[in-house]
């Protein structure tokens, strides 16, 4: 009974020895010796080293500047969410418009973020006697840039390296909303 061997190349010749083995011609098999396995000896971990480094690399960097983004849109809109809400539930627009700020510094502080370079705009619909009044929408705007990481402060390249980032959140004022 013959049984057929799918390791064997189709180039290795088979023959059926006495007592039924199965005998290769020298030379022929898929793993046999040869004269160019002689030559590459011992640069397999050099390569895959090498090659590892060149691919790892790059990929932590980006690892890195996409949790740095991630933290930094993370940062804006909570900012502005938290913003917007404070300013609706304020007293008067002096002490809204110092809650909001306010609360945007905490935001951005919260998440490692420097509040100084965040600008923020609050605009409202409707409402002629200013953003605080009954049924009135209030939105908040927080504009910042968030540096990539790993880069020098070397010629101001983090300024020209920064990716802006804006969230807008925007609440309605109470319908039970009354002033002081």
């Not at 990929?59 to 993370?74: D, H, I, T, W």
């Not at 809109?77 to 809204?96: F, I």
């Not at 939105?139 to 070397?154: K, N």
């Amino acid at each position: 009974m013959r049984r057929s061997r799918p390791w064997i190349s189709g180039s290795a010749a088979r023959r059926c020895a006495p007592g039924g083995r199965t005998v290769l011609r020298s030379g022929a098999g898929r793993w046999g010796p040869s004269a160019a396995a002689d030559t590459e000896r011992g640069s397999a971990s050099l390569e895959f080293i090498t090659a590892g480094l060149i691919l790892l690399v790059p990929l932590v960097y980006l690892v890195l500047a996409m949790a740095a983004l991630q933290g930094g849109a993370l940062a804006v809109e909570g900012a502005a969410r938290q913003a917007a809400r404070v300013y609706v539930q304020a007293p008067d627009e002096a002490t809204a418009a110092a809650r909001a700020e306010r609360a945007v510094q905490f935001g951005l502080l919260d998440y490692g973020i420097d509040p100084v370079g965040a600008e923020v705009n609050v605009a409202c619909t409707g409402g002629v006697n200013g953003c605080l009044t009954r049924q009135n929408t209030v939105t908040v705007t927080v504009r910042i840039r968030v540096a990539l990481p790993l880069l020098p402060d070397l010629l101001s390249l983090r300024d020209s390296a920064s990716v802006p980032l804006e969230a807008q959140a925007t609440q309605t004022v109470s319908r039970f909303w009354r002033a002081g």
